[in-house]
Structures are given as C-alpha cells and as structure tokens.
C-alpha cells in the first residue's frame, strides 16, 4: 500500500511564531488543570488513596494533549497554512528588498514582535482621534467666540423698542406677520395703534 503521509514543508517565521502560540496556549492549559491545582481546588471529592485516580488523570491529560496536536496538524495540513505564511514572509522579504520598512511589512523574528505592533496600531488610533477632538474643541472655541462677539456688539446698540409714535413696534408687529395668525397680527397692529395714540 502506498504512503499517502503528506510532507509539510519547513515552517517559516510566521509559522513558527504560530507554532509557539499554539505550543503556548496548551502550555497554559495544562498548567490551569494540573493535578496539584485539582487536588488542592476539591480535595473534599478526591478519595484518600490517589494513586489510581493520579495515574487516570495523568492519561487523560496525555490523550487530550495527543489528540490536540493532532487536530492541530489537521487544520494545518487542510488549510494549508503554513504553506500560506509561507508565501506571506516571502512577499514581504520581496517588498523588504524595496526599502519597505513598516512594522506590517518587517518580518516576525519572534513571537515579541506581534504585541508591539498592535501596541503601535493603538497609539496611532489613539493619536488621530486626539486630532479629530482638537479639531472640534478648536471650531467649538471659534463658534464661541463668535457668539460671544455678536452678544458684545448687541449690547453696545441695543435696539429700540419703541418711539415715542409707536412705529417701531408697529414695524416689529409686521416683520413677523407671515408666520403669525392673522387674528393676532390684528391684535398687534391693534395694540401699536392704540400705544401711538396715548
């Protein structure tokens, strides 16, 4: 029967750094549910003799871990990822050759490099919407300032309101007669009459 085994080619800076995530994390796992954490977390469920339920344990770790990797591989293999970083670091070495120097386009020596860069995609956000809130804080202090000038400039003429005639309140009553009711507008012209005439 032939070898149908699928030969993964050699992993490259990105792939290694996937690798030792990966290797990583079920570091972390099994660290969370060792079998001190375990006794010491439910010591009143644990039987007094712990030789059998260590060595139970101690298998079932090792299968979990086992078949981990394996699907780990799997996933790899499938989707070939590692060939897809692959081509990856080699576009970017390519576009290194260009003098293209950007965090994004460096290429990973380690895994140290992937926390500066998303620290540094943060400072960058974090900067731009500095700008953007001095932008608008800066036009809020213009519109005030505007405000504040037009007041000062109405409190230096005030306007009449009204002469000794009463034209003057008789023209304000006009000014706002296409939006008043003409029942009122009557009122009004009324009233700068009647004020004229005492």
């Known amino acids: ?11 490259g800076p990105r792939a290694t750094v996937l690798h030792q995530a990966f290797a990583k994390a079920l570091a972390k796992v099994e660290e969370t549910t060792s079998w001190q ?16 339920l260590k060595q139970l ?13 394996e699907e780990f591989q799997l996933i790899l293999q499938d989707n070939e990822v590692v060939q897809a970083l692959n081509k ?11 003098n293209v120097d950007t965090p994004h386009s460096r290429p990973l020596e380690n895994s140290s490099d992937m926390p500066q860069v998303a620290l540094q995609a943060r400072v960058d956000a974090k900067q ?28 230096k003429s005030p306007q009449p309101i ?3 005639d009463g034209s003057t309140l008789a023209k304000a009553a006009s000014t706002f007669e296409a939006e008043m009711h003409p029942a009122r507008v009557a009122k009004l012209e009324s009233f700068a009459v009647t004020l004229g005439e005492s």
């Open 37 to 52: 954490r375990i006794v010491k977390k439910y010591p009143e469920l644990l039987p007094k003799k712990l030789d059998f």
């Open 128 to 155: 731009a919407e500095k700008a953007r809130l001095q932008a608008e804080l800066l036009q809020l202090q213009e519109e005030s300032q505007a405000l504040e000038a037009s007041i000062q400039q109405a409190q």
């Open 88 to 98: 990856l670091d080699a576009a970017i070495e390519e576009l290194g050759a260009d």
């Open 57 to 69: 344990y101690s298998q079932y770790m090792s299968k979990v871990q086992e078949c981990t990797k």
């Open 1 to 11: 029967m032939a070898d149908t085994t699928v030969v993964q080619p050699e992993p």
């Open 162 to 164: 009204a002469t000794d």
